[in-house]
């Protein structure tokens, strides 16, 4: 236990210390201060263009909508409106918005079969069509007027408005709630978290094999300590690294966010103390399987430049499982995604989005850590049993078949 602690603080030590730890750190934590600022970046962005391409005249010389035109400024649209009954021409309109008076006009006029309307802008290039916005209130603010003159009596005017409820229901007898973008986004963390910590291992391994210090290290301990401090001291690290960016994350949005934001994005009340649990713990077993999954393929090469080629199988492995996942939680209570919760390389990237949706049943949760949990044993057998016998081969990178035979040497 005690150089099991050793090997592990060493390599937590190694691994903060490090510029591409420190600076990726850096990097990312900048990132989600700057996302968390983006709407005040954009609020600085329109402040600077308040008066810009919001002042529209709005022009009625026919007097079709008889003075009722001036209620589209009760409707609370982002446009200022001018409105007159004057007759403006094209070239009157032209010249106000050259003049920067106006940023562009809607000239209304009446023929028998339509309500035509002449939308003018400074440039079409920016410009496909009229505004939808503004065609709805005009028509309304007309179909109000055209309403009001044949007399209706309240019950006729109610009738022609009625007000409609809506509720959403499923056949599904398992009652899903959640929010897809706070899934979506812990998917995504969970992911970088786990994929990322677990190859500093194969990382970590293949430069201590290069410097040397692995012949100290395997005179000093055992192999079985070696793989497991590693995979300890780096998950550590792992977990703090993430930690940081969760606490920057959350200062970030509360600092920065207008309030009520946050909120309207993400549903805050699905965040609770057990789904903060099961995610640390799908964290750390997910971390391990692929972190000695990792520990295997850095054990089989010799030079840094061989690692990424080494660990193509493991990352392919890993991708295939967070697609599963992510995939299949747009169907939370289908079948796939009931095995993708279990299945022990999606079951860390697919069972804290059921939690927090409500769909996880507690067995499935058991079912899921404890094929989590026979997977780890299964790979760190293998994983320990190939790396005491890899580790010191400073030759050639080991193909399959070498790893194959080596594993067999082991069992006889």
Excluded: W
């Excluded at 106006?102 to 290039?125: A, G, M, Q, W």
């Amino acid at each position: 236990m005690k150089d099991l602690m050793i090997v592990a603080r060493y390599t937590f030590k190694d691994m903060v210390k490090r510029k591409s730890f420190i600076i990726s750190t850096l990097i990312i934590l900048i990132i989600i201060v700057i996302g968390f600022n983006i709407p005040n970046i954009m609020e600085k962005l329109n402040g600077n263009n308040e008066n810009t391409n919001d002042k529209i005249l709005l022009v009625d010389n026919q007097n079709i909508f008889e003075g009722t035109l001036q209620r589209i400024n009760e409707l609370h649209l982002p446009y200022e409106f001018e409105i007159s009954n004057d007759n403006i021409s094209f070239e009157d309109v032209k010249q106000k918005i050259e003049n920067e008076e106006i940023n562009s006009s809607i000239i209304i006029t009446k023929t028998e079969n339509e309500i035509h309307l002449e939308y003018i802008v400074e440039s079409l290039v920016m410009v496909e069509e009229v505004p939808q916005d503004l065609v709805s209130a005009i028509n309304n603010i007309y179909s109000s007027l055209q309403i009001t003159k044949l007399n209706l009596t309240q019950e006729e005017l109610s009738s022609l408005t009625p007000n409609f409820s809506f509720e959403l229901k499923q056949t599904e007898e398992k009652e899903v709630s959640g929010n897809v973008f706070a899934i979506m986004l812990l998917s995504l963390v969970l992911f970088y978290a786990i994929y990322f910590c677990a190859y500093q291992v194969s990382s970590s391994i293949t430069t201590e094999k290069t410097s040397k210090i692995m012949e100290t290290l395997v005179t000093s301990t055992s192999p079985r300590t070696i793989v497991l401090g590693k995979t300890l001291g780096i998950g550590v690290g792992g977990l703090l690294q993430v930690a940081i960016m969760v606490a920057v994350a959350l200062v970030s949005a509360k600092t920065f966010l207008p309030e009520g934001t946050l909120e309207a994005i993400i549903d805050v009340s699905k965040i609770t103390p057990t789904l903060a649990i099961i995610t640390t713990i799908y964290f750390l077993l997910g971390y391990t399987v692929y972190a000695l999954l990792y520990a295997l393929t850095g054990s089989t090469v010799s030079k840094p430049e061989d690692i990424n080629s080494a660990n193509g199988p493991i990352a392919i492995i890993a991708v295939i499982g967070f697609y599963l996942a992510y995939f299949t939680m747009m169907n939370p209570t289908s079948n796939l995604n009931v095995f993708a919760s279990i299945f022990p390389i999606s079951s860390p990237f697919c069972m804290p989005f059921r939690v927090m949706m409500g769909v996880a049943t507690i067995q499935e949760i058991i079912i899921s850590i404890l094929i989590l949990l026979i997977t780890i044993l299964l790979v760190a057998k293998i994983s320990i049993k190939i790396y005491s016998s890899a580790i010191l081969n400073y030759g050639t990178k080991l193909n399959i078949k070498d790893i194959l035979n080596i594993y067999q040497d082991k069992n006889n």
